[in-house]
């Protein structure tokens, strides 16, 4: 089955520095992966998805992901942190003929200091 | 924003109560989900279906039950509500079955059994 890790819980940033937060998944072909972001007490809102092509992909807000296929991984980039980026993020999974269930991550909680 | 109403958005309820959950959409998507969010576990998907009365179990489904009478409601119910089952409670829709569609998600509702 697959699975999805997001080795850091919490990150701490300051508003204009880079971020990247990380995700490897675990699938024995080549996924679909998707970011999504959740403020407080909100759903979550997709930032940007792969499903093939270009391994660098771009997404809302200035984020952008790299898929890394030798690394199983799939990293969420901005070059510069708003303070209105603070929120949570998670990594997800998508699989195919898998009826688009998803499979997150446990999520990257990441605060913006101004 | 993708049309999707999660009811109700807040509910405590008793240990043992019958609790049902309605998530109603408006994009005449196919594929409805019900997802649980905890802390340290991110998203588990509890049940999903795939057509009007055509249901699967996710990864955590004992304990629940779903619905889908009309294309546009999706219900999930909890038989005999458990403290274990505090949650928050999210509904996703997707149009595709291949995996490579996001999954539009809802506002999500708290629930607290105690």
């Known amino acids: 089955a697959q699975s999805v890790t997001q080795p850091d819980i919490h990150i701490t940033v300051s508003e204009g520095a880079s971020l990247e937060l990380r995700c490897n998944y675990s699938y024995g072909a080549t996924p679909y992966l998707f970011w999504y972001v959740q403020s407080p007490g909100q759903g979550l809102q997709l930032l940007l998805k792969?499903?093939?092509?270009?391994?660098l992909v771009q997404g809302i807000k200035g984020f952008e992901a790299e898929f890394k296929r030798s690394q199983s991984s799939f990293n969420l980039r901005k070059p510069s942190v708003h303070w209105s980026d603070a929120a949570e993020y998670f990594c997800?999974?998508?699989?195919?003929?898998?009826?688009?269930?998803?499979?997150f991550g446990t999520g990257t909680q990441l605060k913006v200091e101004l | 924003d993708a049309g999707i109403t999660q009811s109700p958005r807040h509910k405590v309820t008793e240990t043992g109560t019958p609790v049902t959950l309605r998530c109603h959409q408006t994009e005449n998507h196919r594929y409805m989900y019900w997802y649980r969010q905890d802390p340290g576990h991110g998203l588990r998907l509890i049940h999903y279906s795939y057509g009007v009365k055509d249901t699967d179990k996710g990864e955590v489904s004992d304990g629940y039950s779903v619905s889908r009478s009309k294309t546009e409601d999706f219900l999930l119910t909890l038989e005999s509500a458990t403290s274990s089952q505090t949650s928050v409670y999210f509904c996703a829709i997707s149009q595709a079955l291949t995996g490579n569609t996001e999954a539009f998600f809802g506002q999500g509702t708290r629930l607290t059994v105690v």
């Open positions: 792969y499903f093939s092509g270009d391994t």
């Open positions: 997800a999974v998508g699989i195919t003929g898998g009826g688009n269930k998803l499979t």
